[in-house]
């Protein structure tokens, strides 16, 4: 195996600091995403001084709003949602970066306005003709919202000595193979993959990013980070919320579609990947995608043993009566959409050979915990190890994804005292201070053009691939998904499923 190089042309190698000017125009500027997310991460990056000088914010949707209505919009998310509280010399400086345009998503004359107004910007601002295009929107708007800005005139290919333009899309991207490779399809008749910034927010997450720091920029991981010495790998992506008021979106989509497509297949790349090239993004996006091409197909016996679905009955959450899925607000009561989902898939690779991982994910688990936990393989049968009837324990590393991020060792050591008793201790590792939201890394990566982070089509299709023999059996299977409580984690089947190779979920 080849060590990883740094590509000093890569945007992470440059001066942090270094900048194009730029607008970002956020499609929805006045809905959800941008309220709760968009708005705030942009806020930080202002705070921490990693915004261009000369740079501006534009919300774009049907609202009636001027720009002073905006900032209000904007400072009511920034308060509620912001992981550090409203400043107000940093407010200050961001408010007038805030602007508002009205527009319609299917009117020609909407995209005209956007010019005019970008032009406007352009001038006061003087952010040189660079534009970030956020679609906060529906899938379905972003064929529509592309021709429009076609149309205008307003994406220019990408090209040296041109004012760049970039386009950033949320998940889901589609809703199975087919429907992810049309909306790529459409992106592309508008777009170079180039200026393509598919957002898996996962993927900012400041412990999955530090997935490849931890294994290539240390000697003591990556030999062991092989089948020679791994048992086994769990990932688990659990949460305590339910589905809240997202009904019409999941009660079609699911956890397989919601989470596992991406988030999990993601976090599963960034653990199992071989070292790239370089730190460049098509190099780790390479890496990433020979995993996902690695992953062995899923046949029928697969999907009778080793995958399980769960939706969640009612039940209580740390002492709190919650509702079954099928008796919340706007859900078909008899919903067979699951909400929990696990499986065990084979990297059929030369590193990996034999090692199973374990995926699981749910909504109305006892707790909100992500996490991966890396068993490695038992020492021999001799020496501490020698007792049958008391195997140690093998060595584990745990990577906190979130909350408290960091990461455990568990290794065993002597007791002290002057008897020989083993006992499993934990090297621990947090973090002190409060790492960025996955957004803020994530905008930052688009203002400097960065695609590390993000999906690249081919990696995006290649997950529906392998998922989508599991939506065309639970799509024409007429059994309920087995049911869960609320608050316990997940249904019998996930537990006997792992129990079946021996091996038992990790209790978080
Ligand atoms: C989103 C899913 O992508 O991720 C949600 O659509 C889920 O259903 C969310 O709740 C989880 O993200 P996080 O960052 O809270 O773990």
Redesign the pocket.
């Known amino acids: 195996m080849s060590g990883a190089k740094l590509d000093l042309n890569h945007p992470n190698s440059r001066d942090k600091h270094h900048y194009d000017p730029c607008i970002v125009v956020i499609f929805g500027g006045a809905g959800d995403l941008s309220h709760r997310k968009l708005i705030p991460a942009l806020y930080n990056l202002s705070i921490d001084d990693d915004l261009p000088e000369r740079f501006a914010i534009l919300g774009f949707s049907m609202e009636d709003l001027g720009d002073q209505q905006y900032r209000e919009f904007a400072r009511a998310g920034i308060e509620k949602f912001s992981r550090r509280a409203i400043a107000e010399e940093q407010w200050a400086k961001f408010a007038p970066r805030l602007h508002f345009c009205r527009g319609t998503f299917t009117a020609a004359a909407s995209y005209q306005n956007l010019r005019e107004r970008l032009e406007a910007l352009d001038e006061e601002c003087k952010t040189a003709g660079n534009r970030v295009f956020y679609f906060a929107i529906p899938p379905a708007f972003i064929d529509t919202c592309s021709a429009g800005l076609t149309a205008a005139g307003l994406i220019k290919p990408p090209a040296a000595g041109l004012p760049y333009t970039r386009v950033v899309v949320e998940?889901?991207i589609g809703s199975d193979f087919d429907s992810a490779s049309e909306i790529n399809g459409q992106l592309a008749r508008h777009f170079d993959e180039r200026q393509i910034f598919r957002i898996?927010?996962?993927l900012g997450?400041e412990t999955v990013e530090n997935l490849m720091v931890l294994r290539f920029a240390n000697s003591i991981f990556e030999p062991i980070w092989t089948s020679r010495f791994i048992d086994h790998v769990q990932i688990t992506?659990a949460?305590a919320?339910g589905?809240?008021t997202?009904a019409s979106?999941?009660d079609h989509?699911g956890a397989l579609r919601?989470?596992v497509q991406?988030?999990l297949l993601q976090t599963l790349c960034m653990i199992a990947t071989e070292p790239p090239n370089t730190t460049g993004a098509e190099s780790v996006r390479d890496a990433k995608l020979d995993v996902l091409r690695s992953l062995r197909p899923l046949g029928d016996e697969d999907l009778d043993k080793w995958v399980v679905r769960g939706q969640y009955a009612e039940g209580l959450i740390g002492g709190v009566p919650a509702k079954a899925y099928r008796d919340e607000e706007a859900i078909a009561p008899d919903s067979k959409i699951e909400t929990f989902a696990a499986l065990r898939c084979w990297i059929d690779n030369w590193r990996w050979a034999g090692v199973p991982f374990y995926l699981r994910t749910g909504?109305r688990l006892p707790k909100?915990a992500?996490e991966i936990a890396i068993y490695f393989k038992s020492v021999p049968r001799i020496l501490y190890n020698a007792n049958p009837r008391a195997p140690l324990a093998p060595n584990m590393l745990t990577i906190r994804?979130?909350p408290d991020e960091g990461l455990d060792l568990y290794i065993m050591s002597k007791v002290p005292g002057s008897q020989t008793r083993l006992q499993q201790v934990k090297v621990d590792f947090h973090y002190v201070t409060s790492t960025p939201e996955?957004y803020e890394t994530l905008l930052n990566d688009v203002i400097i053009g960065d695609q590390t982070l993000f999906m690249r089509r081919d990696t995006v299709e290649e997950a529906w691939k392998f998922v989508q023999p599991i939506l065309d059996a639970w799509g024409e299977s007429p059994i309920d998904p087995p049911i869960y409580a609320a608050g316990s984690w997940g249904p019998l089947e996930a537990a006997l499923m792992i129990a079946a190779d021996g091996r038992t979920w990790r209790t978080l």
Do not use: L
């Open positions: 998940k889901p898996d927010h996962y997450k992506v949460e919320e589905v809240g997202r979106y999941y989509a919601d989470m991406s988030h909504k909100r992500s994804i979130q996955a």
